[in-house]
């Protein structure tokens, strides 16, 4: 009976730190993504400026 409690707490325990695992991911991915975008758009911004320029 013991095995089963110490199994169900063990399986709690990677559960939540699973949870908090993917919450950084998310938070890691999210932040490189929109760098990128972020990036991306602002090239975009300069190319029509410099088009719009000429």
């Known amino acids: 009976m013991m095995e089963i409690i110490i199994g169900f707490v063990v399986l ?5 730190f699973y949870g ?3 919450d950084l991911l998310d938070s890691i991915f999210s ?6 975008t972020g990036k ?5 911004d300069e190319y ?6 000429k």
Request: no cysteine; proline share 0%; hydrophobic share 45%.
């Open 31 to 36: 932040g490189i993504f929109e760098f990128f």
């Open 40 to 44: 991306y758009n602002d090239s975009l």
């Open 12 to 16: 709690f325990i990677l559960a939540y």
């Open 48 to 53: 029509e400026r410099k088009k719009n320029n």
């Open 20 to 22: 908090k695992f993917v």
